[in-house]
Structure formats: C-alpha cells, structure tokens
C-alpha cells in the first residue's frame, strides 16, 4: 500500500457510541477487558463499563479523559512516539475510532489476548467530499483494514467500507477481528 502513516483528529465531543462497537462489544462475557485506543472522551470505554465490562481508556490528550466517569481506567500517553506504553497486558477487545497510525499497527493488534477482538472504525478515502479528514494521508484505501488486520496474524469477523450518514455524512471502513487461540478458533456470532 502507498498511503502514508497518520493519524487523524476531528472533535469526538458528544458523538454517541459507534454502533459497529457496539455489535462486536456484545460478543464479550461479562467482566471481559476493552481497551479504548486513542479514545478522546472515551465514548467507547464507557459504552463497555455500561455493558458490564472492564474498561480502560488511553489518550494523550488527559483533558478530554477527565470527565469519563468512575469505573474506568484512564491512561494519558503518547501512543506515536516514544516507548510504546505498554507492557505484557493483553486485552479481550481494543477499539479504534476515527483514529489511525500505521506504523504501530502490529503492536496494536498485539494487546490482543487469545480471542480477543480488534474492533475498528475510521475514515476511509472518499471522505474528503463530505469534509474532514480530508487529507489523504488520513484516510484509508480500500480493504486496508482487512489486509492489515490479516497482516497481523488476525481472523477477520467483519469487514465494511462505505458511506455512512450518521453521525455525520461520511465514508469509513471498519473491521473486527479476532486473535484466534488454536488455527480453529472461530466465535460463536449469535
Ligand atoms: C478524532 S479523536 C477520536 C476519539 C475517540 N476514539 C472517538 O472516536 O470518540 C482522535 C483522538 O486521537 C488522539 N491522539 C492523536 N494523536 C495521538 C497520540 N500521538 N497519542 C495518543 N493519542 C493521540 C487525540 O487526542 C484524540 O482524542
């Protein structure tokens, strides 16, 4: 792929929760661990605490963190330059929304527990007529996510791409995918 690396900030404030987190969030057991990645106000962290499950969310930006509420774990770290802020942690489900950096990708899909979920959503190329992100560095190519989410050694559940109009007119393209605990693994969808 030629598109280069970036990342992508457009004002998450009052945005309710994707409903393409939501689905995938609902195959979790109760108690299971969400990391919320690049998470603003974290609108995803406290969509899982509400659905039962142990959230923690990550951003640089501690400000717009601040009011997540109780319950939930809040990080604040640069998550695209220095020391990756991680250590052996592993989660059952970390999401990304209308965020992208490529050049940790890998080691994004590696907070993955056995049989976790990558589940991620951001804009897509094609965005740029409806408004921002409009640079082509912040949008992704077709079945990018797909191909990277294979890349890094995951099962992809589900892949879109296309235009939405909620919550604002936009393309996007989304996946979830799984870390698979043994060659056979798949999840049980409903
Ligand atoms: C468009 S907002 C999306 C927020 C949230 N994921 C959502 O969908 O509501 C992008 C977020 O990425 C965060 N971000 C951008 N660059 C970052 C970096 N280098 N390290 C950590 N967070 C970063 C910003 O602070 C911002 O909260």
Known sequence: MSVSQHSCAVAPEGLPPSPWVGRWLGLLAPGASVLDFAAGSGRHAREARRRGLRATAIDRDAAALAGIGTDIMVRSADLEAGPWPFGDERYDAVVVANYLFRPRFALLAALLAPGGLLIYETFAQGNERFGRPSNPAFLLAPGE???????????????????VARPKPAVVQRVCALRPRAAEDVPVLG
């Open 145 to 163: 996510l797909y191909e990277r989410s294979r890349c890094a050694g995951l099962l992809v559940l589900g892949y879109e791409h296309g235009r």
